[in-house]
């Protein structure tokens, strides 16, 4: 197969994939699915090797994000999930970055299964994320990541988001090695 050939059959594979992702729908997580979502944090973070202390895989909000995220609660917080007829595919939230200024949010949790990524829905959640968080008040978005997830840190970056040299706040997320903001 020519080089020309394999870029057309990864852009139709690309344009399938976005076409099937249409079809899901992004809303606010309900109490309903808290241990899907709780599976899908540990199954991706588990994935990257980003078990144990300093990871968000031992926040004792990931059993109840419903919860930790009500969006009727101050400091304002939201979650959202991707759900493909009642599959959930991913999700991500953000809240009041803790140990900051009040007008930083951090970027939370925000993960998407292997055979959800690559067709666009990432960008969507993000999208969407960021929009809300200027909706609540927010001036400025930090976020947490690692390394080795490459894809994710390359969405950051189309998304506007800077690379940082050392982390802001206080998430107890020692285990990161990257960090991100950007102004919203």
């Known amino acids: 197969m020519s080089t020309s050939e394999a870029g057309e059959q990864a852009e139709h594979a690309a344009r399938a994939r976005a076409q099937a992702w249409a079809r899901v729908v992004l809303r606010p997580i309900t109490e309903a699915d808290d241990p899907a979502m ?3 944090v540990r199954e991706v973070m ?16 990931i059993d109840g994000l419903s919860v930790a995220y009500d969006p009727s609660r101050e400091p304002a917080a939201e979650y959202w999930v991707l759900d493909d007829a009642g599959e959930l595919l991913g999700g991500g939230g953000f809240g009041a970055l803790a140990g900051g200024n ?7 949790k925000m993960y998407l299964l292997p055979r959800a990524r690559g067709g666009g829905l990432g960008r969507r959640l993000l999208e969407h994320l960021l929009a809300r968080m200027i909706a609540r008040g927010y001036r400025r978005c930090y976020l947490e990541t ?3 997830m490459h894809k994710a840190r390359a969405l950051y970056l189309a998304a506007g988001f800077a690379k940082l ?11 990161c090695d990257a960090w991100y903001a950007r102004d919203l």
Do not use: K, Q, Y
């Open 46 to 61: 588990t994935e990257h090797a980003a078990v144990g202390p300093g990871f968000a895989i031992v926040d004792p909000e």
């Open 165 to 175: 040299c050392t982390p802001e706040g206080a998430t107890g997320h020692f285990g």
């Open 102 to 108: 009040g007008r930083t949010c951090e970027l939370r």
């Open 146 to 148: 690692l390394g080795t």
């Open 38 to 40: 709780a599976g899908l």
